[in-house]
């Protein structure tokens, strides 16, 4: 049985997930579709592709509701300005300016998991280092103005989330209350 694709142009109905952002971008160089979207060159290509967008929402999910289980009250998706880049932050506890970003082991270049597929590799390779780069460029413009940030593979098991970003909170508050 032939499974079907989504039209890359198909709106997510919430929340933005990194994969949403990266198929809305447009692209140069490989293969780009009228759409701005490569042709996937295979139904695995496909099913890589779709595995990893649903992983990643699922990730959030899983380590909000162990945040929310633990009694950590949070925003989401928190739009954050600093140094001339904007960035939505997975999970933000603004007060304690503790930013965390929940990272797709392929979007964003694990070293344990990442890797680029092997068609249209041109394309992919340049689109993950481009969200690599800019990972960086966010953590600096993100430090320069008080934050902390904190990433977490999408491999961690949620309760280990859970755990790091409880640690990352309790060393925020203890700067904090330093000062
Ligand atoms: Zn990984």
């Known amino acids: 049985m032939r499974v079907s694709v989504p039209a890359p142009s198909t709106p997510r109905s919430r929340g933005i997930s990194k994969a949403g952002v990266i198929a809305a ?6 293969h780009p579709t009228p759409a701005g979207y490569p042709m996937p060159s295979s139904q695995a290509v496909t099913a890589v592709m779709r595995g990893n967008r649903r992983s990643d929402t699922g990730l959030e999910v899983r380590v909000r509701s162990e945040l929310h289980r633990r009694g950590f009250r949070f925003r989401k998706q928190l739009l954050i300005a600093a140094c001339g880049i904007r960035v939505r932050a997975d999970v933000a506890f603004p007060r304690q ?19 680029s597929p092997r068609s249209n590799s041109a394309y992919w390779s340049a689109k993950l280092d481009r969200n690599v780069e800019r990972d960086l460029k966010v953590l600096a413009a993100l430090s320069s103005e008080g934050w902390r940030v904190l990433r977490i593979w999408e491999h961690v098991p949620a309760d280990l989330a859970a755990d790091q970003v409880q640690a990352a909170l309790t060393e925020c508050m203890a700067v904090a209350d330093a000062c």
């Open 97 to 115: 300016r503790l930013a965390i970003f929940l990272d797709g082991c392929f979007w964003h270049r694990c070293p344990e998991h990442g890797n």
């Open 25 to 30: 971008e447009s692209t140069q160089g490989g």
